[in-house]
């Protein structure tokens, strides 16, 4: 760490307006770059980083407040700062913004106070009650602990616990202030892998031990064991006394990879994600920063701890669109992995089954290493995948189950195996409209249709979480009990389901029944136990789960996501249904797939029943080339929205009229967002295209120099966007 000489420095401010501020160092301080410190704002005090030296600051000194306090926490790691600048940059946001997501938890910059611990002494007590002896033996062995847990194991008061010390037979400690964290044993013995498995494995380690940056892409099927493979990599990055960092697409939901973890490694690994309480986030973050935590495995968010060692970053599922966050800083984890990676001269692994165009092209262009793994592992086949014609199978009215299908389904389950049907659609029915006058029922704060979920009993709107009862009567034409439930959701999937297997244990599965990570392990145990034979569920049933027993998988409407026309319907319909399909058929019984839709000639339906992804990844890249989209072009959107619509339609008719012209980029819009309101807001939207080679931050950064945003009105800048709604 460079102490600073100068007494000047720049202190950046985990806040969303500002850049870095120059503060003052008093005699009495020392500080190093990357140091946390407390500084005044106003009125208040605020805990920023020191940025750098500020070398020739026109502000007078007279102005310059001084630091007040220096935090005992480590310095945030240069590569950290390197990172921050460069994702503000990248994302066209204020650095102090992306600061804060490396702040997450503002305990941690504070060490925990020592505790008092009791641990048992010599004397044995002249009188031993129940109470006692209780006490005594929550504390055999050896082992010190606090008074409240003393009290809360033995079922005692804590003065039992003061009691016994009084009189000698117990003896206060000082416990360690910071709670362990188990290291990882890398030289656990793991699976014994197959040659292929090795030769991949061998080719990720020896990246690791390189020391420097590289990316790859790590290609293998579904069940081709790529997760073992990578932990080979981590294992070897274990050696060197380096971090390594795992992001999942759904963590809080992946006990089967957290057990899977513990037995190569013999710990748990460090998580991050939404799911942590408070002390846990507290407890992780400091573990990172001093570098205690060795391995970390989190949710996107986990890119922005402050690893002063990293060595290795795997994203698994790297092709997952929730890898993207699209409000505030609006980035792509897997993107800024790789970024991370070069700053901190290591390796980034990105994983998949059906992996991005973006990384298939740069894995082709060379930019990338490119690792498969083309065949399951242990011998098992991948499923067969076999279209039912929905024109020619038509299931009955308000059914959605088709013959063939049902026939499928009997036969699996009659064989003591199990079965799934996938449906990405939550709730009862997708729409709910009078059969009297056609009302439909709208969300009074978004553009959006409510949507009926009848086990909750309520009628929600899946953009903004408005919520009411179900309605007795049209608001429209006053009939009584007229709504009618239009389509399938999940909900109502399932009832059909139990109609025709009454005599089998039918399950439902959506993120919205499922909520936290201990009813995911409990949903993961009944499948693996065989307590469900039919599952039903909706996108979070296609992640990455290992159901040995599990050989049908049906996709009741394969159509379902290619309509809309959004730049990557396709491919994510592509991805999303390989995945499920890959959850057949992973053990020693093949799987079979059954694909119901309505047109079966698309390209998409057509390469999901061939298997052919290359084949499929080429005729989509070449469309992408032939109308320079990404990863051929660059795009960024723009969303204006304000909770008045003269405002934005003001507002974004200036946008309009100041627009740049050039060569090589076109601006389009404004245009109605296809949501034109979420939470009351007014949306408009901008769609910058660009050629590739161009900087589209500076384009944007100079059409939008000098323009007074209204106080009522945002203006959301998304690079890369995912989400064009
Ligand atoms: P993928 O992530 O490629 O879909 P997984 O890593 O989940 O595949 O592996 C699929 C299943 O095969 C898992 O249950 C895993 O434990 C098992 N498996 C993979 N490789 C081996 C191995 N070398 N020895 C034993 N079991 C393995
Ligand atoms: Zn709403």
């Known amino acids: 760490m460079t102490v600073v000489e100068q007494q000047r420095v720049q202190v950046l401010l985990p806040t969303s307006f500002g850049a870095a501020y120059d503060y003052q160092v008093p005699d009495h301080l020392t500080v190093g770059i990357g140091q946390f410190v407390k500084v005044p704002l106003g009125p208040r005090e605020v805990v920023g980083v020191v940025w750098q030296f500020a070398a020739d600051s026109k ?6 407040k001084d630091i007040l306090e220096v935090l005992p926490v480590d310095p945030l790691p240069e590569p950290s700062r390197i990172f921050v600048d460069w994702v503000a940059k990248y994302t066209m946001q204020q650095p102090g913004k992306v600061l804060r997501m490396n702040m997450s938890a503002p305990d941690a910059l504070y060490p925990k106070a020592p505790k008092i611990g009791y641990r048992i002494a010599s004397a044995a007590p002249s009188k031993m009650t129940s109470a006692r002896k209780r006490v005594l033996d929550v504390l055999e062995g050896g082992i010190a602990r606090t008074a409240s847990e003393i009290a809360e194991i033995a079922g005692v008061s804590t003065s039992v616990v003061k009691g016994l010390e009084k009189i000698g037979s117990l003896i206060v400690v000082d416990l360690p202030a910071e709670e362990e964290i188990p290291e990882p044993d890398n030289a656990k013995e793991g699976m014994s892998l197959s040659d292929l498995q090795q030769s991949a494995s061998d080719i990720l380690s020896s990246l690791v031990l390189k020391n420097e940056f590289s990316a790859t892409l790590l290609e293998g099927v579904t069940g081709s064991g790529k997760t073992e493979v990578y932990f080979e990599a981590i294992a070897a990055c274990l050696a060197e006394g380096r971090q390594s960092l795992v992001l999942l697409p759904e963590i809080a939901l992946s006990s089967q990879w957290l057990s899977r973890f513990e037995a190569r490694f013999g710990v748990k690994p460090v998580e991050w994600h939404s799911d942590l309480s408070q002390g846990e986030r507290r407890r992780n973050w400091r573990a990172v920063i001093e570098g205690r935590a060795k391995v970390v495995v989190g949710a996107r968010s986990a890119l922005f701890l402050p690893f002063p060692e990293l060595g290795l970053i795997v994203v698994d599922e790297e092709h997952e669109a929730s890898f993207k966050q699209d409000e505030g800083v609006a980035y792509n984890a897997r993107d800024m992995s790789v970024v991370r990676g070069q700053i901190g001269e290591f390796p980034v692994v990105l994983a998949s089954a059906t992996p991005s165009l973006e990384t298939l092209v740069n894995a082709q262009s060379g930019k990338y290493e490119h690792v498969k793994l083309p065949s399951r592992f242990g011998g098992a086949t991948l499923p067969s995948v076999t279209i039912i014609d929905l ?33 990405n659609r939550r709730g009862y029915a997708p729409l709910t409209l009078c059969d009297a006058c056609g009302h439909r029922l709208q969300c009074p704060h978004c553009s959006a249709w409510l949507v009926e979920h009848r086990l909750a009993g309520r009628l929600q ?19 009584v009990d007229s709504f009618k439930a239009c389509g399938p959701g999940i909900e109502r999937l399932t009832e059909e389901a139990q109609i025709l297997f009454p005599d089998h244990n039918v399950a439902m599965m959506a993120s919205d029944t499922v909520t936290s990570p201990k009813a995911a392990a409990d949903f993961v145990d009944a499948m693996t136990n065989g307590d469900i034979d039919l599952l039903v569920g909706t996108q979070i049933v296609a992640k990455g789960y290992h159901f040995p027993n599990l050989t049908l998988v049906g996709v009741v409407d394969a159509d379902l996501g290619l309509a809309g026309g959004d730049l990557r319907a396709s491919e994510r319909t592509f991805q999303l249904l390989s995945q499920v399909a890959g959850r057949a058929g992973r053990a020693e019984h093949p799987g079979r797939v ?13 390469a999901l029943t061939k298997q052919e992804l290359d084949v499929f990844m080429a005729s989509e890249s070449e469309a992408r080339q032939g109308a320079s989209m990404p990863p051929f072009g660059r795009l960024a959107g723009i969303v204006v929205s304000s909770l008045e619509s003269e405002s934005v339609v003001s507002f974004c008719r200036e ?40 900087n589209i931050q500076s384009i944007i950064r100079k059409w939008l120099e000098g323009k007074k945003i209204p106080s009522n009105t945002r203006l959301q800048i998304d690079i890369d966007p995912y989400n064009f709604m």
């Open 59 to 64: 502000v007078k000194a007279s102005r310059i």
């Open 391 to 423: 024109k020619l199978h038509r299931p009955g009215a308000q059914r959605w189950i088709s013959a063939p299908l049902q026939e499928a389904i009997t036969e699996t389950l009659a064989a003591g195996q199990q079965a799934m049907l996938f449906l």
């Open 461 to 479: 709107c899946h953009h903004c979480g408005f919520a009411t009862s179900p309605l007795k009567n049209c608001p429209d034409c006053d009939e």
């Open 594 to 606: 059954f694909l119901q839709s309505h047109m079966p000639e698309h390209p998409v339906i057509e």
């Open 655 to 694: 946008l309009a009229r100041t627009a740049p012209h050039g060569d090589n980029f076109l601006i389009m819009g404004p245009a109605p967002a296809p949501l034109s309101m979420i939470r009351g807001r007014h949306r408009f939207r901008f769609l910058v295209k660009s050629a590739k080679h161009v």
